[in-house]
Antibody
Framework: QVHLQESGPGLVKPSETLSLTCTVS??????????WSWIRQSPGKGLEWIGY???????NNNPSLKSRVTISVDTSKNEFSLKMDSVTAADTAVYYC??????????????WGQGTLVTVSS | DIQMTQSPSSLSASVGDRITITCRAS??????LNWYQQKPGKAPKLLIY???SLQSGVPSRFSGSGSGTDFTLTISSLQPEDFATYYC?????????FGQGTKVEIK
């Protein structure tokens, strides 16, 4: 059974970089057909898809976050990561990693991590 | 971006009630419509994908229907464990977008 676990600092200062890692267990991030995603949830904006990465390194990010987001994958560690630059209070949210696959229907998220709260504050 | 609008935003119901939640897309999403259930402090859980296909392990009292821009999630007989917030999500065109949620509360 595939399990996802987010890790990273819970507090980030404004203008700095948010960095989170999602460790995949019970399966391989290199499995074809799965896209490894980041999603966040804040009271103000609800659920917001941030972006995804395929094990080959191909990515697709939400244009609303422009070029602030970088998603990377480390197949040797079976994990993928999120970096978000120049954070503001508006980036305060619970961040989830999730698996998206074609095996059910394109673009649905069938496995989620438990989520991690990131607060942007000085 | 495709906007997803759910109604109602919240509803109160009793155990055993039949309830329906509506999700409307700002443009056609064909059959790429998914539903999630979220309980407080937990991650969303996939309930239904592709409009009407139940995710493994999801009880048959949950059902989905619709096409194009208008979709519904129905719970035929509400159980105590069904009190939660439900979200629709389109996977027709990135950026994937979610509805704002419908909170189902105990009457």
């Amino acid at each position: 059974q595939v399990h996802l676990q987010e890790s990273g600092p819970g507090l980030v200062k404004p203008s700095e970089t948010l960095s989170l890692t999602c460790t995949v267990s019970g399966g391989s991030v290199s499995s074809g057909g799965f896209y490894w995603s980041w999603i966040r949830q804040s009271p103000g904006k609800g659920l917001e898809w941030i972006g995804y990465i395929y094990y080959t390194g191909n990515t697709n990010n939400n244009p609303s976050l422009k070029s602030r987001v970088t998603i990377s994958v480390d197949t040797s560690k079976n994990e993928f990561s999120l970096k978000m630059d120049s954070v503001t209070a508006a980036d305060t949210a619970v961040y989830y990693c999730a698996r998206m696959g074609q095996h059910l229907v394109r673009g649905c998220f069938d496995i989620w991590g438990q989520g991690t709260l990131v607060t942007v504050s000085s | 971006d495709i906007q997803m609008t759910q109604s109602p935003s919240s509803l109160s119901a009793s155990v055993g009630d039949r309830i329906t939640i509506t999700c409307r897309a700002s443009q056609s999403v064909s059959s790429y419509l998914n539903w999630y259930q979220q309980k407080p402090g937990k991650a969303p859980k996939l309930l239904i994908y592709g409009v009407s296909s139940l995710q493994s392990g999801v009880p048959s009292r949950f059902s989905g229907s619709g096409s194009g821009t208008d979709f519904t999630l129905t719970i035929s007989s509400l159980q105590p464990e069904d009190f939660a917030t439900y979200y629709c999500q389109q996977s027709y065109s990135p950026p994937w977008t979610f509805g704002q949620g419908t909170k189902v509360e105990i009457k």
